[in-house]
């Protein structure tokens, strides 16, 4: 079992940034492919970014590519998200999850443990 803490969602103008953690416990988080995914309102959970488990591996949606960059710490057991020239559009609930595999999947079925979520609001 993983438990995963996500943190830094906020209020934030277009343009700006965010960078949101992710702390994980329970189980060795660099045996954990980890990824990022957020859902809007009224819309599926999506893709947003992933890291293979020692971090050389990364893989982006593409309306982020160029924005976002995911990271990882294994010595703290936490997963980043840097979020960069965000857009309205990019406003959702984000969440980090977890899935004791080698490669990165964008798939949401694909992982196994998921946070609560925290909420991203971008301003126009």
């Known amino acids: 079992q993983v438990q995963l803490v996500e943190s830094g969602g906020g209020l934030v103008q277009a343009g700006g940034s965010l960078r949101l953690s992710c702390a994980a416990s329970?189980?060795?988080?660099?045996?954990?492919?980890m990824g990022w995914f957020r859902q809007a309102p009224g819309k599926e959970r999506e893709f947003v970014a992933g890291i293979s488990r020692g971090g050389g591996g990364r893989d982006y949606a593409d309306s982020v590519k160029g924005r976002f960059t995911i990271s990882r710490d294994n010595a703290k057991n936490t997963v980043y998200l840097q979020m960069n020239s965000l857009k309205y559009e990019d406003t959702a609930v984000y969440y980090c999850?977890?899935?004791?595999?080698?490669?990165?999947?964008?798939?949401?079925?694909?992982?196994?443990?998921w946070g609560q979520g925290t909420q991203v609001t971008v301003s126009s």
């Open positions: 329970g189980r060795t988080f660099s045996n954990y492919v």
């Open positions: 999850a977890a899935k004791p595999t080698i490669t990165v999947s964008k798939a949401v079925a694909g992982y196994d443990y």
